[in-house]
Nanobody, 126 residues
Framework: QVQVVESGGGSVQPGGSLRLSCVVS?????TGWFRQPPGQERTFVAA??????????YYANSVKGRFTISRDNAKNTVYLQMNSLNPEDTAIYYC????????????????????WGQGTQVTVSS
């Protein structure tokens, strides 16, 4: 059973940066980040999929070019570096993982992940 624990949320001004961390226990083939703004559904942000080439990354269009997902295998940790943050990025951010090798279209759907963290709040405001 894969387990994940997030950390690194906080408050930042527009244009600022934050880095979220997700420690993964157990084998995770795909690790993703999702976010849920107040009163809205949980949506895909980014995912890291293990592969024979060092890993593949996937991003929502809304964060492409601003956010970077990466994995440190030695620390069993997946990071989400968030730059150029704006108020629309305010949400609870969740790390999720699965041992299944999801295809690209599937890893964007939260129902395909087996393990979830407790979430970490990210607030962007002036």
């Amino acid at each position: 059973q894969v387990q994940v624990v997030e950390s690194g949320g906080g408050s930042v001004q527009p244009g600022g940066s934050l880095r979220l961390s997700c420690v993964v226990s157990g084998h995770s083939e795909v690790t993703g980040w999702f976010r849920q703004p107040p009163g809205q559904e949980r949506t895909f942000v980014a995912a890291f999929r293990r592969s024979g080439y060092g890993g593949m990354t996937y991003y929502a269009n809304s964060v492409k070019g601003r956010f970077t997902i990466s994995r440190d295998n030695a620390k069993n940790t997946v990071y989400l570096q968030m730059n150029s943050l704006n108020p629309e990025d305010t949400a609870i951010y969740y790390c999720a993982a699965t041992s299944r090798n999801l295809i690209a279209s599937s890893l964007r759907h939260p129902d395909n992940y087996d393990s979830w963290g407790q979430g970490t709040q990210v607030t962007v405001s002036s």
